[in-house]
């Protein structure tokens, strides 16, 4: 039978999350394509209230194990906000902390390490510290991984694996042990160096890959091409595969640099209204062929930089469709130490294409095969980008 402390606990608790969670004068610094804010909240109505207090009395006189009102409740804001999209969470005061700590943009992996196991013919933990995070949740070296974020790995070559691994700092994926265990989510926490790789190709291709647009992105990729004299460098062919985004005014500052009008993107948001992002009239490469090279991990910011190039037909976009993650996330940091990191607006092409779901589809499908080699693959494209008129 339920007993009337929970129900004074929960209306209670209901009331206060009417009012501002934190002080008037809190901030908090800007991380990746979030931002802090603060806002007051509309009354819930009663109605409503009545019907969570009861569900809330049912759960905790009759599920099966006891649980306390902090856990309950726990679980119920981690609902309330996992419920609205696949991005906006609940963040405790712990994950939060971590995710400060970060500077915009950063790439970042797992703890760990996977190598294959020719035996077991199996992908497995390596590399694994006894005092890392990961140690202290049961993982142990040569435990085996059958899947990351619904992809088997045993289908996969090593690139692929490591590219799986690999996202946003302070994101998270989903690790499956074996086919019959449940999937765990882990956070993206060991930083990875980011700077820009580029070669030079005999046909005078120049590659330019760029893991995650950060805040120096466009001033190094003006840095590199300049590096070349004009008459040598034939085409240049920017290697996004993977890059899970990072800053948005970094993407828009990149696309600048070979358009001289029109918009690079826009946003739109109910709280904050709608804005766009116009090239500036200017032209650095004027005669340059660019192309873009993407696959299914290339997201946001690296969506942005695509969509605007190939929708002013400035670029031609090889590889696979592009993730389709086109939003910008605010974090409201709440009383207690948590906070919640919530979608509140969309990016969209310069045609006014929605991105969030959709992605960017490439000119010419074209992924790499589980047979070639990556050098191959890669001097493939520079040639067909040559081809391309």
Same mark, same amino acid.
């Given at each position: 039978?339920?007993?009337?402390?929970?129900?004074?606990?929960?209306?209670?608790?209901?009331?206060?999350?009417?009012?501002?969670?934190?002080?008037?004068?809190? !901030?908090?610094?800007?991380?990746?394509?979030?931002?802090?804010?603060?806002?007051?909240?509309?009354?819930?109505?009663?109605?409503?209230?009545?019907?969570?207090?009861?569900?809330?009395?049912?759960?905790?006189?009759?599920?099966?194990?006891?649980?306390?009102?902090?856990?309950?409740? /726990?679980?119920?804001?981690?609902?309330?906000?996992?419920?609205?999209?696949?991005?906006?969470?609940?963040?405790?005061?712990?994950?939060?902390?971590?995710?400060?700590?970060?500077?915009?943009?950063?790439?970042?992996?797992?703890?760990? #390490?996977?190598?294959? %196991?020719?035996?077991?013919? /199996?992908?497995?933990?390596?590399?694994?510290? @006894?005092?890392? =995070?990961?140690? @202290?949740?049961?993982?142990?070296?040569?435990?085996?991984?059958?899947?990351?974020? =619904?992809?088997?790995?045993?289908?996969?070559?090593?690139?692929?694996?490591?590219?799986?691994?690999?996202?946003?700092?302070?994101?998270?994926?989903?690790? /499956?042990?074996?086919?019959?265990?449940?999937?765990?989510?882990?956070?993206?926490?060991?930083?990875?160096?980011?700077?820009?790789?580029?070669?030079?190709?005999? #046909? !005078?291709?120049?590659?330019?890959?760029?893991?995650?647009? !950060?805040?120096?992105?466009?001033?190094?990729?003006?840095?590199?091409?300049?590096?070349?004299?004009?008459?040598?460098?034939?085409?240049?062919?920017?290697?996004? $595969?993977? #890059?899970?985004?990072?800053?948005?005014?970094?993407?828009?500052?990149?696309?600048?640099?070979?358009?001289?009008?029109?918009?690079?993107?826009?946003? @739109?948001? $109910?709280?904050?209204?709608?804005?766009?992002?116009?090239?500036?009239?200017?032209?650095?490469?004027?005669?340059? @062929?660019?192309?873009?090279?993407?696959?299914?991990?290339?997201?946001?910011?690296?969506?942005?930089?695509?969509?605007?190039?190939?929708? %002013? #037909? $400035?670029?031609?976009?090889?590889?696979?469709?592009?993730?389709?993650?086109?939003?910008?996330?605010?974090?409201?940091? *709440?009383?207690?130490?948590?906070?919640? !990191?919530?979608?509140?607006?969309?990016?969209?092409?310069?045609?006014? $294409?929605?991105?969030?779901?959709?992605?960017?589809?490439?000119?010419?499908?074209?992924?790499?095969?589980?047979?070639?080699?990556?050098?191959?693959?890669?001097?493939?494209?520079?040639?067909?980008? *040559?081809?391309?008129?």
């Amino acid at each position: 039978m339920a007993h009337s402390h929970w129900k004074t606990v929960v209306f209670t608790s209901l009331l206060m999350c009417m009012s501002p969670a934190w002080s008037a004068g809190s !901030q908090e610094p800007a991380l990746d394509d979030m931002e802090t804010d603060q806002q007051t909240y509309a009354e819930i109505p009663v109605s409503s209230i009545q019907e969570f207090v009861q569900i809330y009395g049912i759960v905790k006189d009759n599920y099966i194990q006891e649980k306390n009102d902090d856990a309950l409740f /726990q679980q119920a804001i981690k609902g309330l906000v996992a419920g609205l999209d696949r991005y906006s969470r609940y963040l405790s005061p712990e994950e939060f902390e971590q995710l400060r700590q970060y500077t915009e943009g950063e790439l970042a992996s797992l703890d760990f #390490n996977l190598e294959f %196991h020719p035996q077991l013919k /199996q992908w497995v933990i390596s590399d694994l510290d @006894k005092d890392a =995070d990961s140690s @202290k949740l049961g993982f142990r070296n040569g435990i085996t991984v059958y899947k990351i974020d =619904d992809q088997v790995l045993t289908t996969l070559n090593p690139e692929q694996v490591r590219h799986l691994l690999s996202g946003s700092i302070g994101s998270t994926l989903t690790l /499956q042990l074996s086919p019959q265990s449940q999937a765990i989510n882990l956070v993206r926490n060991t930083k990875i160096e980011t700077e820009i790789e580029s070669q030079f190709h005999s #046909n !005078q291709v120049l590659v330019i890959h760029v893991k995650v647009f !950060q805040q120096d992105t466009a001033n190094e990729i003006k840095r590199i091409i300049e590096s070349y004299p004009s008459n040598r460098v034939k085409a240049v062919l920017f290697d996004l $595969r993977n #890059n899970p985004g990072g800053l948005l005014s970094a993407a828009v500052e990149s696309a600048d640099l070979f358009l001289n009008q029109g918009v690079i993107v826009s946003t @739109k948001s $109910r709280s904050e209204g709608d804005q766009q992002f116009q090239a500036l009239p200017s032209f650095e490469f004027p005669s340059l @062929k660019i192309g873009i090279l993407i696959n299914q991990r290339s997201a946001s910011a690296a969506e942005v930089f695509t969509a605007a190039l190939k929708e %002013h #037909n $400035r670029a031609w976009i090889v590889g696979e469709k592009s993730y389709g993650k086109g939003v910008v996330q605010k974090l409201f940091p *709440l009383s207690n130490g948590s906070a919640i !990191q919530m979608t509140v607006a969309q990016y969209f092409s310069p045609t006014g $294409r929605m991105i969030e779901g959709a992605g960017i589809q490439p000119h010419l499908t074209y992924p790499l095969a589980l047979d070639m080699r990556e050098d191959n693959y890669i001097a493939h494209i520079t040639d067909l980008l *040559l081809m391309h008129k």
